[in-house]
């Protein structure tokens, strides 16, 4: 038995010890045949198509069945994946009551997460499977309009089989059904947000994945990091500002105030882009379709935001991100400011399932190693002589 | 702008990236001053201290104050802390629905982690601090004493305030005021499990906090990843291999048939140590105490296991882990199989809380990156043409 410790050994004998910046910067932490994110370049990929062919012409479940399955589905494999889709649209009674115990206060990821946590203790058992990812996906919707609507002293209400995904969470969020224009920009949201490498929420499950515990236990750990403001948890904040700005008039003061008290404008910078964001540049069509008025406001703020902020940085580029045209987009079709979070987990929760699915298929633990940087070899005194 | 990606650099010109082997083995995700783990040595430390000094001569509750104020308590620090600790000993009514709601079937680990998320929903809001830490530490014991009597249709108990943490645990399990004996090798194995470095359940509650999301989401994260059977799921199996066996005359035959049907033997081999592991040292001999006609089964199945597996595999030298005592250890003070691992997270969750203290203290958001394996640049073809 060999009690040698790395640290007696000269340095050249020592094992290589890689460092990071902290924040895993640069540090490969998988392989995956799932998403493909270009910084440099501006691209994302899903399975090898491009955001762009994606956006406009494929519903929500399509991106599912080619992230689950690895390809796009013909008629008839659509046709089948969204009837045992349909099939899982229910809320057991224990997840209900719940949902109806939890104060109108709580935060919707709050309920969101403890949904699914509930529902997985009562559902899942086993190793991770496509059946189980398709089970909890076609709830989460129904969770969180449930929550909504009693939040509000509404009754939730019963999903209507002929409407796929995105109608079908707007209707159960209202009551109505949709108007195209609504249900168009949120499938194309839901599109856009599903999977984007290794960002903190899908590493999260895979990392709990690692350990072979279960698919639930893995989303409700994604959906806490979700949560996040750095991470999925600001964009209600951009809605914040544009409605504190009000008018194209007062925009540039504005912004000029803000940057002046040092605030931080929200909506743009990305660690990962280093021009603009993909996602971005769809999404602002898709905002300035849905609500040509509210974007005309949005647009004007977006320029002048990202003039100012060169004017103070000129050495530091800013695009504007994600959180910025999906804020004036889910707004659009109606959403309230704390639904847009989880409205982000509705979608993004495709994308963790796939992860997980990826991650046990050729698993190895994750684990790291951290460096100790507190006191050494102290001397230990009972409690009656501190 | 520029649209030039790393792939068409020269490759001398390529940013270095940073390759593990998928399990990030090696690779330093934070800096701590928390727990010190040297693998090579088998020696693990508190905030400077060895854990062969703390396991026999502190309560649990001093560990705590250890590690969320980075000092061992004295007289009076500690009495104000199990006060604080004590005035926390409640179920919100909400949370205990919930627990009654589940079905006696539900695994132990899925209903704490639906609890403790329920609980956060309630209670929860703004930074993490050791308020908040204390708040749902304090609770860990009561959720799952009082969904394991309700599994049993007995009601769940009142704490009693004179007795401390893992007394009180096991009172609430029970009902009666338990021996010394049980106390003593309970606490021992809570103070011997509380922070282990950057191992995964940590590792993910850090990687959530990273985000800024809520301490309850970093821990029910982190719930969820000690679930799992290659982290702290699997200490249930090794009473499963000591009960199967039996008796001390049918170990061997039992333990070379396993290996001869290619079965691993549960509780031993670490990723980070490379000796025996300390807290097995300690565990063993707190089993010895706690249970001694017990441990004479134990004690001969862990030497014949050690000696066979050494003759299978003489280059890869295997030692005694964690889980085997700490199940041996766990029986002895009267828990059944299902409640080991949640008492793993009842003395865990201290050293998480702790971590994402830290985490939030110096933060950055823990974002590693993907290698892209799949197809590229495939060509979209609309549903109505595949």
Same mark, same amino acid.
């Given at each position: 038995m060999s009690t040698t410790t790395s640290e007696t050994l000269p340095q050249s004998q020592r094992p290589p010890h890689k460092e990071s910046k902290g924040g895993l910067e640069g540090i490969v932490a998988a392989t995956t045949a799932l998403s493909k994110v270009e910084g440099?370049?501006?691209?994302?990929?899903?399975?090898?198509?491009?955001?762009?062919?994606?956006?406009?012409?494929?519903?929500?479940?399509?991106?599912?069945?080619?992230?689950?399955?690895?390809?796009?589905?013909?008629?008839?494999?659509?046709?089948?994946?969204?009837?045992d889709l349909i099939a899982e649209r229910s809320i057991p009674p224990m997840v209900m009551q719940v949902l109806r115990d939890l104060p109108a206060s709580t935060e919707p990821m709050d309920a969101l997460r403890t949904a699914v946590s509930a529902w997985g203790a009562l559902s899942i058992k086993g190793h991770p499977s496509i059946t189980q990812a398709l089970a909890v996906t076609a709830r989460f919707p129904l969770f969180l309009a449930a929550f909504h609507r009693l939040r509000r002293g509404q009754e939730p209400l019963e999903s209507r089989p002929e409407l796929d995904h995105a109608a079908n969470y707007l209707y159960l969020l209202t009551g109505q059904?949709?108007?195209?224009?609504?249900?168009?920009?949120?499938?194309?949201?839901?599109?856009?947000l599903a999977d984007h490498g290794m960002n903190a929420s899908t590493f999260t499950a895979r990392v709990v994945a690692s350990t072979e515990s279960d698919i639930v236990s893995a989303l409700v750990a994604?959906?806490?990091?979700?949560?996040?403001?750095?991470?999925?948890?600001?964009?209600?904040?951009?809605?914040?500002?544009?409605?504190?700005?009000?008018?194209?008039?007062?925009?540039?003061?504005?912004?000029?105030?803000?940057?002046?008290?040092g605030e931080r404008l929200?909506?743009?910078?990305?660690?990962?882009?280093?021009?603009?964001?993909?996602?971005?540049?769809?999404?602002?069509?898709?905002?300035?379709?849905?609500?040509?008025?509210?974007?005309?406001?949005?647009? /004007? *703020?977006?320029?002048? @935001?990202?003039?100012? #902020?060169?004017?103070?940085?000129?050495? !530091?580029?800013?695009?504007?991100?994600?959180?910025?045209?999906?804020?004036?987009?889910?707004?659009?079709?109606?959403?309230?400011?704390?639904?847009?979070?989880?409205?982000?987990?509705?979608? /993004? *929760?495709?994308?963790? @399932?796939?992860?997980? #699915?990826?991650?046990?298929?050729?698993? !190895?633990?994750?684990r790291p190693e951290a460096d100790y940087t507190g006191p050494t070899d102290l001397h230990f005194m009972p409690l009656d002589e501190r």
């Amino acid at each position: 038995m060999s009690t040698t410790t790395s640290e007696t050994l000269p340095q050249s004998q020592r094992p290589p010890h890689k460092e990071s910046k902290g924040g895993l910067e640069g540090i490969v932490a998988a392989t995956t045949a799932l998403s493909k994110v270009e910084g440099t370049a501006g691209q994302l990929t899903y399975c090898g198509y491009t955001i762009h062919d994606l956006v406009r012409k494929t519903l929500f479940e399509e991106i599912m069945h080619l992230l689950w399955f690895g390809h796009l589905p013909n008629q008839k494999e659509l046709s089948g994946f969204k009837a045992d889709l349909i099939a899982e649209r229910s809320i057991p009674p224990m997840v209900m009551q719940v949902l109806r115990d939890l104060p109108a206060s709580t935060e919707p990821m709050d309920a969101l997460r403890t949904a699914v946590s509930a529902w997985g203790a009562l559902s899942i058992k086993g190793h991770p499977s496509i059946t189980q990812a398709l089970a909890v996906t076609a709830r989460f919707p129904l969770f969180l309009a449930a929550f909504h609507r009693l939040r509000r002293g509404q009754e939730p209400l019963e999903s209507r089989p002929e409407l796929d995904h995105a109608a079908n969470y707007l209707y159960l969020l209202t009551g109505q059904v949709p108007k195209d224009e609504h249900v168009i920009g949120l499938n194309a949201y839901l599109v856009l947000l599903a999977d984007h490498g290794m960002n903190a929420s899908t590493f999260t499950a895979r990392v709990v994945a690692s350990t072979e515990s279960d698919i639930v236990s893995a989303l409700v750990a994604a959906i806490g990091a979700l949560k996040g403001p750095l991470h999925g948890g600001a964009p209600s904040k951009v809605l914040d500002m544009l409605d504190a700005i009000g008018t194209v008039d007062n925009a540039e003061r504005w912004l000029r105030d803000a940057l002046a008290r040092g605030e931080r404008l929200m909506g743009f910078g990305h660690r990962v882009y280093k021009t603009e964001d993909p996602r971005a540049e769809e999404l602002r069509e898709m905002a300035r379709v849905a609500d040509p008025q509210g974007f005309v406001l949005a647009r /004007r *703020v977006e320029e002048l @935001a990202l003039a100012l #902020l060169h004017e103070q940085k000129p050495e !530091r580029r800013l695009y504007t991100n994600v959180e910025f045209y999906s804020a004036v987009l889910l707004a659009s079709v109606g959403l309230v400011g704390d639904l847009f979070t989880p409205t982000f987990a509705i979608s /993004r *929760v495709i994308g963790w @399932a796939a992860h997980v #699915l990826e991650q046990v298929d050729h698993n !190895r633990l994750i684990r790291p190693e951290a460096d100790y940087t507190g006191p050494t070899d102290l001397h230990f005194m009972p409690l009656d002589e501190r």
